[in-house]
């Protein structure tokens, strides 16, 4: 079976960030769904980002180190790429176990008042 490369987990996971991010934004006067949205794609994306570590780590050296830009540069010969080595992989893995429990403890009703 085939794994994914943990440059494309690493990927979904900064998208799944930048999605929750951006909805909770869009959905900001109604409170439950911005609460939804935005933790819900957290823990997404921390399930990937976690998927993307330990991929990363095991993986031989030369397996899915490919580095992808983030965006365009407007600036000639600058470019801000990304590539997920064995320590940025190790990083990676800390901060989606950290993220993941918090951004599990979601509360769709709260108490009464």
Do not use: H
């Amino acid at each position: 079976m085939d794994l994914p490369s943990p440059t494309l987990l690493l990927q979904i996971a900064l998208c799944a960030y930048a999605v929750g991010a951006a909805g909770s934004l869009l959905a900001r006067r109604r409170e439950k769904v911005a609460n939804l949205f935005g933790f819900g794609c957290a823990t997404v994306a921390a399930c990937f980002g976690i998927g993307a570590g330990v991929l990363g780590l095991v993986s031989g050296p030369g397996d899915g180190r490919a580095a992808f830009e983030l965006w365009p540069s407007l600036i000639p010969y600058l470019q801000l790429t990304v590539k997920l080595d064995p320590l940025g992989a190790f990083f990676v893995l800390i901060v989606s176990f950290l993220a993941y429990p918090v951004s599990s403890q979601l509360e769709l009703f709260s108490p009464a008042a």
